[in-house]
């Protein structure tokens, strides 16, 4: 019995031998490193906690810390944290080369729901881009602009369903303008005729439930797919089910079989990814792209029906939260500057005037202060408050003898860069004037609200307009009321920011011009 406590007792001294040995990395390596990681999970252990999400626990170690670049450990796997913002920059774009993939878990064989373009590697991640860049043209878009405005339309419907015809009423925009972005989601990508305001309860909205069921299970498994995809593509060939992505996959077989049935033809995404799998390219030209394209290989298609699902889900995950969450957030903030709200109020109205009350796509492009204000609303809450690479062979960080070694997860803490007043003065006020040529008093190389570079967000306008879209509905037809200076709290899950207690802003309906 003796000899059998003497045993364990060494076997768990050499265990924890090894473990500290292995979160001794970085100082072995001469290496500057964040020095309030804990044993096992590194900057990450209030996630675990599920204290705050993962952009925020990053966030923390970005704030703690003086240097360019920080070793730091995310769960047991090394890691490099970039706060420098033309270091940060370096790796997206000019020193590309090194850092081409995220790092996160794909399996194309076993796995096809995994492999969208957010998660494809090397030469994969490249065919993909190209197949699927012609599909954001501003052409398309346009094409695509009238099925978002009957969306946005049944927004408005439901809100002047809700408010009283006289006085204001208190609305959590975070849940209006996360049911616009989900029905636009559904129409514009999948194809499917819905509305979310009238039937909530429909199939593809309760998929967003599940989606974002939070436990500790979910909070360590997703972390998982972004840390440490071994142990994630370990699970999944144990038999572990993506289950959203295989409803989503079964709404898209019988979406493209009865359209291919029936001859039909949709303004949006999945037409398009149609096309792609029939004739193996989208079609550059924006004149006759809404049109059946019939294979010219036969059956032999071009793009797998779960290589479509894997693009239509990531769009899925990465437009529904920022898209509602952009336009959410403007409003908030404007509620808060009554001389900005004023601004944009007036803006809206007269360009409007000018277009018979019509919104349109050349319409919203018109509108110069909602863009800036678009603009601020993405720096102090980006969509993605981290951004994340691998280093795809041994890089020296430059003007130091620093090397990060191939294969080494790299973080952006872009919530910390937007947020630093070494960038961005006075960077918690909301101030959209900053972006003017004449005020400019910012790094532009900190601003990088859809990531840089060749794996910038392919979306990034298709969500901006869909935002743009709700803000100038909303003030349109409604009043927002000002109100006082407050702070929004962050979810304790997830990687996107999104709002604890939702987005509260005051309505009122506004009387006919």
Known sequence: MFSLIVLVGSLLALFWFYVKHHYDYWLRRGFPFDKHSSIPFGCLDSVWRREKGMGMAIYDAYVKSKERVLGVFLLFRPAVLVRDAELARRVLAQDFSSFHDRGIYVDEVNDPLSGSIFALRGQSWRSMRHMLSPCFTSGKLKGMFSTSEEISNNMVTHLQKTLPEQGSKEIDLKTVMQTYAIDIIASTIFGLEMNSFVTPDNKFRNLVTIARRNTRFTTLFGMMIFLVPSVAKFLFSLGFKNQVGMAMLEIVKETI???EKHGIVRKDLLQLLMQLRNTGAVDESDENIWKIQKSTTGDNKCISIESITAQAFIFYIAGQETTGSTAAFTLFELAQYPELLQRLQTEVDETLAK???????????????????VQETLRKYPGLPILNRECTQDYTVPDTNHVIPKGTPVVISLYGIHHDAEYFPDPEKYDPDRYLDENRNFNPTAFMPFGEGPRMCIAQRMGRVNSKLAIVNILKNFNVEVMSKREIDFENSGI????????????????PQ
Do not use: W
């Not at 277009?355 to 204000?373: A, R, V």
């Open 257 to 259: 079989e009865y359209r």
């Open 355 to 373: 277009n018979n009350g019509q919104i349109s796509y050349d319409t919203l492009q018109k509108m110069e202060f909602l863009d800036l204000c």
């Open 496 to 511: 996107a920011l999104q709002p604890k207690h939702g987005v509260k802003v005051r309505l009122s309906k506004r009387l």
